[in-house]
């Protein structure tokens, strides 16, 4: 295939297969060239920031040079410049978000984060009372509550500059305003904005607050402890933990004693797996079901759609437990089979490797298809039935009807849902977790005491460190991986998507 | 319409610190604390805390929340917890382990001496850390956690019971299942059986901080292990191997006949097979014309107290566990759940001599249980699914890879 760049008109005479195979390559032999815009585009994005920096340096420069000495004094009492020119409202707001800033840190945030670089060096120590011959527990720094008060106060150091900022803004502003003549807003204004123009601002004000404390903040929270030590040894409270920079990543790519690369390995290549199986197994044989029932000539479709439903209307958390213990070794299935005198002994569902993969695939499919018979049926009969008309004129079978019309339509139109559910099935913990739990365990990939198995997927194996074994650390540093997996995937399908493609490709 | 909001918002305000006052003032009481409590055990331990109050002679009371949590949650909910139970319930295998993650503190003089005055010496040793004259970091609450033999009289026949290769033609034959638990998570505490039976040790001394000595001594990997493993095979090969401890699996569908499980289990298998229920003492397997009986582990249930800040709520919190594991409470709680008790005097009453669980345990070839490294139990179960994966003749492999596993065991302090 030339790899050099078609234009459109080569590229709509390829064959479909040829296209793909062009647009892969293309994404490929594409990412010398983009890590390059990337790396200029970065070079681009740091240059304006430190030439916006500079700028606002410069700004904050002048409004002292040029400033009146209310707006100098508002430097250092923020909120002066607009009490002292009457704006009570705004002057008051400054003034008291400083001194709650400053009240802040004095009597927490500087401990926090004095100690946010070593996250602790004061032990947890037993002594024996004196009056009662009883040891008793001093408690030294907690380095769990060093590391979350540590990374708010930096939080609220931010936003107090960012404060900071907007105050010199509002002074340079007020001088100006003044120094061309015109009047100043009330208070009355002030407040009445909040409400009017700026209402923006107090609507969202409440929501930005509530991402950044419970959305943003634990997840650079997490993204920190991967660069601890905290386990269930080094807890925090009676063994402090510490910075260890990148070692708990190195453990996971490093070979030999201490290394967890082949269970990492084995673990995410089989999670891809199921990913794949799991998203286009449901995805086509869903299509097919409903396509099956849409088709003329059958009857009572509102009944068969219902049947299958019902599936969704049990929660899997009873369906999945109930189809697991179906299957057991001393389940019923195996019962009967052996009443039946089919088999001999029983058969290890849940206890091979392979049979256990391929079973949570199958079960998946029973689980899974009714949601895709539900999507596609809505698209299925949105496709124009003319085409199929022609194509039939044309004397092309059901197969070359299904390959040229239906796929296409639906992979334009269900792209992105794919793509979703790809995702959304790599971290599938449900189905997994309640089928088999990870189970066959495979001995050799115990890693700090957690267990993982041949069916264990990465979400259910960080489960287990976090849950069982307290191995939070590389909890941590999977949890990390697993969104690198995700992006890496999403940016290469976004790209070889016909979604992302021009319309007329389709057509 | 204003005023009011702004009365309402002030009226609002200052009533939520009267209700704050209201939640500290309490009613008369000197601590309150959380106690956590095997299952069925909570009103019984609500009572006797009750009892407690009325009866002691410092006349302390304490306003107790008691929360049903199972011993091995209760492990694992300990550690680590700043809002873990002030006292709390736990298996005896868990001790080095909550000692070494500072999750329990350790008993003053006067409790110490009331707990070894009272309670059997297995207890007593299996709670001591570091040896004889040790420190003792709880106090016993049962001393029955062993397992026996359940099975099922209508397919076992009498005289099988004491043969482990009779058994399993029996389940064999009936196409049933013999649960015993050596390949799955928790499988090691019933794997150990078998090598304790052909006269195996494993023992990892600690120091009193709980923290493993580097003596350890092991010698699974010997010719009476290799015995141990050719006995456990023939179990592991049978068609009728259930990997599994639950007397519920007499009633599975395809359903088990000898279930190997502890006596906690005894009302499910009841329950599960009625008068067909037989129990009896783990079987003998015979290895070249020798005969080899299984053994069984005693552990014990024990009284954890948390890390206090406050010397006098720590005394007044050992009064209290010191009562709860009284003779009268053990007695009690045998009457409540049929635990069987580490007091002597308790044991020595009548209704605790005629349980029938508890006699079989007592006649069954004891190995009192030690401390073990967390990651022991796993190495152990990795052992017999290596023997069950292994052909009969190259038992040795297996045996070799375990014991290539111990020494990281001391490495691991989780």
Not at chain 1, 491 to 498: A, D, H, R
Not at chain 2, 38 to 61: H, R, S
Not at chain 2, 205 to 217: A, M, N, Q, V
Not at chain 2, 338 to 364: F, M, T
Request: glycine share 8%; charged share 15%; proline share 3%.
């Amino acid at each position: 295939m030339d790899k050099e760049q078609l234009s459109a008109a080569e590229y709509l005479r390829l064959r479909r297969w040829e296209r793909l195979v062009y647009r892969i390559s293309k994404f490929f032999t594409s990412i010398p060239g983009r890590t390059k815009s990337f790396f200029l585009k970065l070079k681009n994005a740091l240059g304006s920031f430190f030439r916006a920096l500079w700028a606002n340096l410069v700004e904050i420069w002048t409004t002292f040079r040029e400033g009146s000495w209310q707006t100098r004094v508002s430097f250092l009492v923020m909120g002066f410049g607009s009490l002292a020119h009457g704006q009570i409202v705004r002057g008051l707001a400054f003034l008291l978000l400083e001194s709650a800033f400053i009240f802040y840190m004095i009597f927490c945030g500087a401990y926090w984060l004095g100690k946010f670089g070593t996250l602790g060096t004061v032990e947890t120590i037993q002594v024996r009372d004196p009056e009662t011959g009883i040891m008793v527990t001093q408690y030294g720094d907690n380095s769990f509550k060093i590391l979350l008060y540590g990374l708010i106060t930096l939080f609220f150091i931010v936003a107090f500059l960012y404060t900071w900022r907007l105050n010199v803004k509002q002074n340079h502003i007020i001088d100006g305003i003044l120094a061309s003549g015109k009047k100043l807003k009330s208070n009355k204004d002030d407040l009445h904005s909040l409400v009017d123009d700026s209402f923006h601002k107090s609507l969202l004000s409440l929501p930005v607050f509530g991402i950044v404390m419970f959305t943003v903040l634990p997840i650079i929270f997490m993204i920190l402890v991967a660069f601890t030590n905290y386990d269930a040894t080094n807890d925090g409270r009676f063994n402090l933990f510490r910075w260890v920079g990148l070692e708990n990543f190195g453990r996971l790519f490093s070979f030999g004693e201490s290394g967890i690369t082949v269970a990492f390995g084995e673990i995410l290549a089989w999670t891809l797996i199921w990913a794949f199986f799991a998203t286009f197994t449901n995805y086509f044989l869903g299509m097919f079901v409903a396509m099956m029932i849409n088709k003329k000539g059958i009857k009572i479709k509102k009944v068969w759609r219902t049947l299958l439903v019902l599936t969704i209307a049990v929660p899997q958390f009873i369906s999945l437990l109930y189809i697991s213990n179906l299957f057991a070794e001393n389940g019923i299935v195996n019962a009967t089979l052996m009443s039946w005198k089919w088999i001999k002994e029983p058969i290890k569902f849940w206890g091979d490797g392979m049979l256990a993969k391929v079973m949570v695939i199958v079960i998946n499919i029973w689980v899974g298809i009714p949601y895709l018979m539900l999507i596609t049926t809505g698209i299925l009969m949105n496709i124009p039935q003319d085409l199929y008309e022609s194509a039939r004129i044309d004397g092309a079978n059901v197969f070359q009807q299904y390959c040229k019309i239906t796929l296409p339509y639906m992979l334009f139109v269900t792209g992105p849902y794919l793509l979703n559910s790809f995702i959304s099935n790599i971290n599938n913990f449900n189905v997994i977790y309640l089928l088999t739990g990870g189970r066959p365990w495979e001995p050799a990939w115990m890693v700090n005491g957690t267990p993982a198995g041949k069916t264990s997927i990465l979400i259910t194996w960080l489960f287990g460190m976090t849950s069982d074994s307290g191995d939070y650390k590389t909890a941590s540093v999977i949890g990390i991986l697993i969104f690198a997996v995700c992006a890496i995937l999403s940016l290469i399908v976004f790209t070889v998507m016909p979604s992302n493609r021009r319309e007329d490709d389709y057509s | 319409m204003r005023k009011r909001a702004a009365a309402l918002l002030l009226s609002a305000l200052l009533t939520l610190p009267a209700i704050g006052l209201c939640a500290c003032g309490g009613g008369g009481y000197d601590y309150e604390i959380t106690v956590w409590v095997g299952e069925g055990t909570k009103t019984l331990t609500e009572k006797q805390i009750g009892d407690f109050n009325e009866t002691n002679e410092a006349g302390i009371k304490f306003k107790a929340t008691v929360l049903e949590v199972s011993e091995s949650v209760a492990a694992g909910d300990a550690i680590g917890n700043p809002s873990a139970a002030d006292i709390a319930c736990f298996a005896q295998d868990q001790e080095a382990r909550l000692v070494r993650r500072n999750a329990l503190s350790p008993l003053g003089t006067t409790a110490a001496a009331a707990v070894r005055e009272a309670n059997d010496a297995d207890s007593v040793a299996a709670l001591t850390l570091g040896g004889e004259g040790g420190t003792l970091w709880g106090f016993p609450l049962t001393s029955d956690n062993g397992y026996i033999m359940y099975y099922d009289k209508s397919v076992i026949a009498e005289e099988d019971v004491s043969s482990l290769e009779a058994l399993i033609a029996d389940c064999e034959a009936a196409g049933r299942n013999f649960a015993m638990n050596l390949t799955e998570t928790g499988g090691g505490w019933y794997t150990a059986a078998f090598f304790y039976a052909t006269g195996c040790r494993s023992e990892w001394p600690t120091d009193d901080g709980g923290s493993f000595l580097t003596t350890y001594e092991d010698d699974f990997n010997s010719e009476n292990g290799l015995i141990a493993a050719q006995g456990m095979k023939k179990l592991l090969d049978s068609t009728a191997y259930l990997a599994s401890d639950k007397a519920s699996t007499f009633g599975a569908a395809i359903p088990s006949a000898v279930v190997v499980s502890g006596i906690w289990d005894y009302n499910t298998a009841k329950r599960e097979l009625g008068e067909n229920l037989g129990i009896a003492p783990l079987p003998s397997f015979t290895v070249d014309g020798e005969s080899y009986t299984l053994k069984t582990y005693l552990g014990h249930k024990f009284m954890g107290i948390k890390p206090q800040t406050d010397a006098y709520r720590a005394l007044y919190l050992q009064q209290l566990a010191t009562y709860l594991t009284s003779e009268k409470c053990q007695l009690e709680r045998f009457e409540a759940v049929g635990w069987g008790p580490s007091n002597l005097k308790a044991q020595e009453n009548e209704a605790v001599k005629g349980s029938e669980a508890l006699r079989v345990l007592a006649e069954s070839n004891i190995i009192p249980q030690g401390q073990y490294p967390t990651d022991w139990w796993a190495s152990v179960v990795r052992l017999s699914q290596n023997i069950q994966n292994s052909e009969a003749d190259a038992l040795n492999v297996p045996l070799g890879t375990y014991e290539s596993s111990l020494a990281g065991l001391l490495s691991s302090n989780n």
